[in-house]
DNA sequence: CAGTGGTCTAGACCACGGT
DNA sequence: CCGTGGTCTAGACCACTGT
């Protein structure tokens, strides 16, 4: 559970940093001493401190500015990494075996909502898949994704039957930006009838949305089937 | 939307590598060049490829190892940063007055389920409260804590009706580090009673459990005010 | 064993931003 | 202005791990 405390290195230097703090021996919003002082009195070098500080920093537990130096964070921002890894694997890591099921597949276009998470012209076609993950034969996340052909023209090429449109597009489609929404919603019909869940379940919802540049490449809204988890440190 | 490519420094090296990949030069599950190479190829020093590439591991787009080098990512695990603020200042960026009511504040030995969470013994006294948090007026999160006093002993001199106990633990506890579970559930009676809402409407659930060294110090489910939407880039 | 990444060092210059 | 963090460099040694 506790990280062991290093002995040398710039992880020593982090963790006696830690330690200060959390003995309150520096209190929050509170200056520490410079870089350059904390390297004599640690006896290593500057970078060696400049490594420690800033990770320190990146993690929320100080805050630097230049020449105002650092300062224990007032109201540390707890910031939790959350991996988004691919279905088959997040499903092989429960030790269950993956499935994945094609639903729908069509050509539409771009009603008023999908055109404004996309941000194009309401009216453009797009290519629509609907599809079902599965975890030991049992359903586990109902995909409902759009993708815009005109960015990665070769997936009207692709059925999507054999191969799920995450991982065509990781392998065929250059690397991406995107936001991620996360949201509880009563379980839309398609959803409640693929996961074969009550309709309205409460359903943890994640939304995706890539660009590519300027454009975005695709949407997709992942219904987990009920009761799922996401589990993170910070 | 797009970062301006860096002409000079870590980050210079940083984009062209992704150039690289973006371009298809480098392929999924391709091997680069070693640190040294790249150092001669880009006319720096190979602290500053280190610097490049390990904040590309980091971000998941590379994977390397020692002596085997590095290689791009076969199935980048895509990585969102959660920002958890303090709530006073998750209800101040919206552009809201931010409010906070406590409900309700008892002493009582831990059941079953909590004590699992807390990993400690059935029956241990702890602190719970129920709390409301306010933006504009109107309710925005529910909060259920448990805390244990024995960590943190000075919480049970505090009546927690003018400062919520997130941030009495920041400015009075240690640094900790923590889990966090996120998850769609039916709201509660008690929760549903304070948002205002329907029971069993579907709520965003956020459940907190914060260590100090091995000891548990509290647990908080957070229930957010229906339709809420966490969000997130990678 | 040997190649590769991980890190430390000492010194230097620069960019930002309080004062 | 000038102190502070941000970064680069060249060289060195070490730790891990594939062969």
Redesign the pocket.
Known sequence: MVNARAR?????VRDEVLRRIETRRWLPGMAIP???ELAGEL??????V??A??EL?RSGVLE???????RVALHPVRRAMLDIPLLRHEVAAIGAAYGYRLLARQTLPANRIIARQLDLAQGAPLLRLRALHLANGRPYVYEDRWIDPRVTPAATEVDFAGISANEWLIANAPLSTGKLAIAAVPAPPAAARALGCKRSAPLLLLRRTTWLGDRAVTCVDMYYTPNHQLQSEF
Do not use: I, P
């Open positions: 040398t290195g710039w992880q020593a410079t870089e350059a006896h290593c070098a500057r970078t060696t400049n490594r500080l800033r920093a630097r500015r230049r020449k105002a130096g650092s």
